[in-house]
């Protein structure tokens, strides 16, 4: 049989899905991205629940926040691709003969399918007392507070901008009373204007704050992930 040199062949195939009776165009849109997304494929591939694992995994090349031994406290977990780096990292499960063995505790409002050497829970932050009991369950103070939670999508860009720095504030208000000085927090925010008030208020509270939008973030997102290291306490 004859070679084929002419090249075809050789790129990878895209899908393509057909608009199926019932399925909204923006659902057709959206399994298609997801059928043609490398991180999808890779997170299938590598065993994460889900292909935003990559950018906790992104961020944490850049930052160096997971390490052997620390306490971390990631909040919304679910479904739980950010537990599972963090596991890995802070050698949760003491694979790592040597290496000091850290902590993972997943907060979420809904029951998460469990992770192994992560210790999840069901709890909603904004309650009161939410704040000691985190700290009850960790025995201590944490080395890093995280989130990529998302308020619920109204379809309404303000809107759910404003919705996300909310929740953002929230999730930095709790790390302010959980961290552990010289401490880090990691938080999902959208572009789009309304984060001043935040910025400002990291940069009170810790030493450096930097803003990353990720590889692994979609292009076509507003999203970015703030980074904010050495907690003054």
């Known amino acids: 049989m004859a070679k084929n040199t002419s090249g075809r062949g ?19 849109r959206w399994l298609q991205r997801q059928l043609n997304d490398p991180y999808v494929k890779r997170a299938q591939s590598e065993g994460y629940r889900g292909r935003a694992a990559f950018k906790i995994l992104e961020l944490d090349d850049k930052f160096r926040f997971l390490v052997p031994g620390a306490r971390i406290v990631d909040l919304g977990c679910a479904p739980g691709g950010w537990c599972q780096v963090a596991v890995k990292r802070v050698n949760a499960l003491g694979e790592k003969t040597g290496k000091r063995i850290g902590t ?7 029951e998460v399918e469990p992770i192994a050497g992560a210790d999840l829970y069901q ?11 985190i700290k009850e369950w960790l025995g201590g103070k944490a080395d890093v507070v995280m989130s990529d939670m ?3 999508s109204s379809g309404h860009k303000q ?11 929230a999730a930095a208000y709790l790390a302010f009373d959980i961290l552990e000085e010289g401490g880090t927090f990691v938080a999902k925010v959208l572009a789009g204007g309304a984060e001043g008030e935040l910025q400002k208020l990291l940069k009170q509270k810790f ?4 803003n990353v939008k990720p590889p692994a973030s979609r292009s076509d997102s507003s999203e970015k ?7 003054r306490g």
């Open 104 to 110: 993972v505790l997943g907060i979420d409002l809904q």
């Open 207 to 210: 030493t450096k704050v930097a």
């Open 150 to 152: 998302a308020a619920a």
């Open 10 to 28: 050789q790129r990878d195939l895209k899908v393509k899905v057909k608009t199926a009776r019932g399925r909204k165009l923006s659902s057709t």
């Open 159 to 169: 809107t759910d901008h404003l919705r996300i720095i909310s929740l953002c504030e």
């Open 225 to 231: 992930f703030v980074v904010a290291t050495g907690f």
């Open 123 to 133: 709890l909603d932050f904004l309650s009161e007392g939410a704040d000691e009991q």
